[in-house]
Each structure stands twice: as structure tokens, then as C-alpha cells.
């Protein structure tokens, strides 16, 4: 008898030997019917040695290859792929150096703001009441208005012949939560600062001649011999300063603690039928520093619209400019998007730019690891001896 070939054995034939152990069997359990329980002793021995036939093919043959793991291999690397291409990093350090013409913050302690700054003028809105300083031909003059109304003042450091008077705005100590936005008003050196919070006292300390405005009394120059202290009282609302540099820039805020900050401003249309609100950016230039990524760069373009999501951050300076905000920040945040709408961007780093900028060696030998340890499973698997 010719031996089955080892191809026959590995395919079909050890389903055919199965299959004539079966009908053996079958014709066996006949014959032990006929013979009243009898079966021929050289059948027997057949059916023996066949039976050994089936196991011995069986033991021999191969186990069935499993098709599982190159799928959980192929699986697990576009996992982990995925994973270091498109997550992002919850959290992240920058440090933002632009120049806008309109910027917000909230404060996130009482710290001081604005610094003791030098004007040429003065002006505020929402103001309860008005502390007038004597001078050498007036007296002292608290004004106030009664109801829901708030004054509107403004002071202005005039030149009296060879006499020119100063207008110094000291520093406010502005409370936990205020919210303050800062904006070019379209004029050279003139700038707006709203402050959002309750109870504020401004003080200003006057020398020389100077012009008041009022809304509660008529215009008038006073001129005050030696520096003298003018204060106003927040009112109900929103307290408005109008703040005109003298020639040069100045610092209006350094060292300012925030945990909210904005580029953009709210524009409000309002028709017959509808409100239209739009929040255009603020931004002319500037460069956003990645620290975690070594420094890395980005350029903003001028209008670019940039939404900051803070844990918290400094402005180191806030700088008014002839005719813009400069602006000098560096804090955490847990977010950052370019643009708006369908336009959106996510420019958080991703887990593969911090690993390559943290652990650059780390992660190629990681890389090689991992690539030759798959390497090697799968050719394990194909049955190449490694």
C-alpha cells in the first residue's frame, strides 16, 4: 500500500481516513448484530489499527494557524498611532508676545492695576461721586447726583504760560474677579479701559493748571500750586476711563495675575428686526511660544482670531503704544483654536510633538523597539525561524 503523500495528510486524507474509520465502525456494530454479539477477530484488528492510523495523522498534523494576531498587531499599532498623531495634551505653557488694539482679562486675585501712570488727560464715565481738591482760589468740592444717574468728568493738564500742569492716575487695587478690557480708541495715545467690578476709588494727583469738565457743573481751569489728590467714586455701572499718554509709550499693567483673556471685540447690530452680534479679532502680529515644545513658534497674522482657554497666566506687560496694545503674557492653558465656525483649528500640541520635543531619544527607541518586536511576532507566526 502506498503511503499517503503529507499534503493528502495535512488536507483531505485524514478526513477520508476518519471518514473509513466511521463506516468500519458502522459495518462492525452490523455484523456484531448478525452474529449475536460477535465480531470477527481480523475485523477487529482492522478497525484497531485504523483507529491508530486516525490518531497518529492527528497528532502529526500541525495545529490550525490562529488569524487573530497579525489583526490585534495591525490593530494596536493604528491605535497607538492615532493616539500620538491627534490627541492633544491637556495641558500646555506658552508665552505670547503681540501687538492688538483691544484686549480683556479677568483677574484672578486683588492685586494692583493699572500702574502709576503720567496723563495728559483724564476721563471717566459711571462715576457715583467727584472729590474736587482745593487750589489756591477754590475750595474743596465733593459732587454727586441723586437717583440712578453717574456722573461723566474729564480732566485735562493744561499749559498756563511757562507753567504746564500734571495729571499722575495712581494705581487702583483692583479685586478678584474684575474684569477689565483695554482698546485703542482710533485717536493717537488715547485709550479706554473698562472695568467691570463694584466699588473701585480712582485717585489722581494733580499739579499745575488743569481744565474739569463735568456733567454736573460748568468748565472750569483750576491750578494747583502743589500736587493735590483728586478722587471719584464708582457708580452703579461699569466704571469708563478715557486715558490720553503724553508723547511715548507707557506701561499700563505689569505683573497682572489673570485667568481669562481675549482678542476680540463684541460688535453689536442692532435693526428692526433682528440683533446681529460679531466678535471680529484684535490682533495685528504677533508670535505664540510653545515652552513645552522647545520653544517652537507660531506667527499670528494680522485679524487672525485666537481663543485662549486659561489655567492661568501673567501679563507681564501691557503697553500702550501710539496707536495699539502691546501685549507680553505667559501662562498655561488647557486650550487654544485658531478661527472660528468651520474654520476652526485646534493648535494644542499633540502627544507626538511633546514626546519628539521632551524625550526625542526616548521615543526612537521606543520606535525601534516596538517595530522589532512586531517584526519578529509576525514572522514568528508565518513560521520563519528567527
Not at 495591525?74 to 495641558?91: E, W
Not at 466678535?279 to 499670528?300: A, H, I, V
Not at 527607541?365 to 507566526?381: C, E, I, K, M, V
Request: proline share 5%; charged share 20%.
Amino acid at each position: 500500500m502506498t503511503p499517503p503523500k503529507q499534503s493528502q495528510i495535512r488536507g483531505t486524507g485524514i478526513d477520508r481516513f476518519r471518514s473509513l474509520l466511521r463506516s468500519q465502525a458502522e459495518l462492525a456494530a452490523q455484523e456484531r448484530t448478525r452474529n449475536e454479539g460477535q465480531i470477527p477477530v481480523d475485523r477487529l484488528d482492522a478497525l484497531e489499527r485504523l483507529a491508530k492510523l486516525v490518531h497518529i495523522c492527528e497528532t502529526a498534523q500541525p495545529p490550525p494557524r490562529k488569524r487573530w494576531p497579525p489583526f490585534v498587531v495591525f490593530g494596536s499599532t493604528l491605535l497607538l498611532a492615532s493616539f500620538l498623531f491627534f490627541a492633544r495634551v491637556p495641558q500646555t505653557e506658552i508665552e505670547l508676545d503681540c501687538a492688538v488694539t483691544e484686549t480683556g482679562f479677568v483677574s484672578s486675585k486683588q492685586q494692583v492695576f493699572p500702574n502709576t501712570m503720567q496723563l495728559s488727560s483724564l476721563s471717566a464715565a459711571g462715576v457715583r461721586t467727584i472729590e474736587i481738591p482745593s487750589d489756591s482760589k477754590n475750595d474743596a468740592r465733593t459732587l454727586s447726583l441723586s437717583g440712578s444717574d453717574d456722573l461723566v468728568f474729564g480732566l485735562s493738564a493744561i499749559l498756563k504760560g511757562r507753567k504746564q500742569g500734571t495729571i499722575n492716575l495712581a494705581a487702583l487695587s483692583l479685586p478678584k474677579g474684575a474684569r477689565v478690557a483695554v482698546a485703542y480708541s482710533g485717536r493717537p495715545r488715547e485709550f479706554e479701559v473698562v472695568l467691570e467690578t463694584t466699588g473701585l476709588d480712582v485717585r489722581a494727583s494733580l499739579n499745575g493748571p488743569i481744565r474739569f469738565r463735568s456733567t454736573a457743573i460748568p468748565a472750569a481751569d483750576r491750578d494747583f500750586v502743589s500736587p493735590k489728590t483728586f478722587q471719584v467714586r464708582q457708580g452703579s455701572r461699569e466704571l469708563y476711563l478715557t486715558l490720553t499718554l503724553p508723547a511715548g509709550s507707557s506701561t499700563l499693567g505689569s505683573q497682572v495675575t489673570v485667568d481669562d483673556l481675549s482678542f476680540a471685540r463684541v460688535n453689536q447690530v442692532i435693526d428692526t428686526s433682528r440683533t446681529t452680534v460679531s466678535q471680529p479679532s484684535t490682533l495685528l502680529n504677533g508670535k505664540l511660544y510653545w515652552e513645552s515644545l522647545n520653544g517652537g513658534e507660531r506667527n499670528l497674522r494680522p485679524g487672525e482670531i485666537l481663543q485662549v482657554r486659561l489655567v492661568q497666566g501673567e501679563i507681564r506687560a501691557l503697553s500702550l503704544e501710539d496707536q495699539h496694545i502691546a501685549l507680553k503674557f505667559r501662562g498655561l492653558v488647557r486650550g487654544m483654536n485658531i478661527g472660528s465656525g468651520k474654520g476652526l483649528r485646534d493648535i494644542m500640541p499633540t502627544w507626538l510633538d511633546w514626546l519628539k520635543a521632551q524625550h526625542a531619544l526616548s521615543l526612537l527607541w521606543g520606535t525601534s523597539l516596538y517595530l522589532f518586536g512586531a517584526t519578529t511576532a509576525l514572522l514568528r507566526w508565518w513560521g520563519v525561524r528567527i
